[in-house]
């Protein structure tokens, strides 16, 4: 039977069915490569959970994702945090991309193999996934939830210290968040203020103002942005966070209605 959101362990992510590995993993991945400046924007995915063609139905359920980019730093984030990556190219017969597993997830069935290829050496495509070796030495990879850990590790984020307490790096981040928003009109010092919020309602603090601070910072451009941020970040929350951001995105609909 076909998968959908309703199915047990899926849900969706940016209206695409995905497992909820993928739609915890992939804010977090993305965070991790606007941080590292590997993208600016959102990750341009193709295909979540689907049954294209040239996939050999590895996307039929969970855990596997691909993406436009074709970004070698991008790749090498992914297998950091846990994922079997590659880039799929137009040589293999791919209109190219980026394709990779999660490690550690319970919903990859048919995708697993791709994992246990690439942890001994192999590029995932061919029989068994093992169709051409990439090294000759066994390889290691993180789960998708250590990948999560590490990356947030990377960027000095504790997600369990007190949610008061800024560190120097959040008020930094916040001042120049300050800087930007005094230049703007009404709506967007309102809209300043709404980030503030949504950074006082989560004890992962520094995780969401990375998330939200790149669409603060094209507020010039579009307040919807940030909506849309807010609308993602919700649709991942934890349960304890998630009214909290919902009462933020009601809000903010306001002051995009009074702009
Ligand atoms: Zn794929
Ligand atoms: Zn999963």
Excluded at 20 to 33: I, V
Excluded at 138 to 157: D, F, K, S
Excluded at 213 to 239: G, H, I, K, N, W
Aim: glycine share 10%; net charge neutral.
């Amino acid at each position: 039977m076909a998968v959908t959101a309703k199915t047990a362990g899926f849900t969706t992510f940016r209206g695409r069915v995905a497992c909820t590995c993928l739609a915890q993993w992939l804010p977090e991945f993305e965070a991790a490569a606007q941080r590292l400046g590997l993208i600016t924007g959102e990750l341009d995915i193709t295909q979540l959970t689907g049954d294209a063609d040239a996939s050999g139905g590895t996307h039929e359920r969970g855990g596997a994702f691909d993406i436009w980019e074709t970004i070698q730093k991008l790749v090498e984030l992914a297998i950091e945090m846990g994922a079997a990556a590659w880039i799929r190219t137009r040589a293999q017969g791919f209109k190219p991309h980026t394709h990779g597993v999660l490690n550690g997830c319970p919903h990859n069935a048919p995708a697993r193999y791709q994992v246990a290829a690439y942890l001994a050496g192999f590029n995932g495509l061919g029989k068994g996934g093992r169709g051409r070796r990439e090294t000759a030495q066994p390889r290691t990879l993180r789960t998708w939830r250590e990948g999560i850990a590490w990356a947030r590790a990377q960027h000095g984020t504790t997600p369990t210290t007190e949610e008061d307490d800024m560190t120097p790096d959040q008020d930094a981040m916040l001042r120049r968040l300050d800087e930007r928003m005094l230049k703007l009109m009404k709506p967007v010092e309102e809209t300043h203020g709404l980030v503030r919020g949504v950074a006082k309602a989560i004890p992962t603090i520094q995780r969401w103002i990375g998330y939200l601070m790149p669409a603060a910072q094209r507020q010039e451009e579009s307040l919807t942005v940030l909506r849309a941020q807010l609308a993602a970040a919700a649709a991942t929350a934890d349960p304890s966070v998630k009214a909290d951001l919902e009462r933020l995105a009601a809000d903010l609909d306001a002051v995009i209605e009074r702009a």
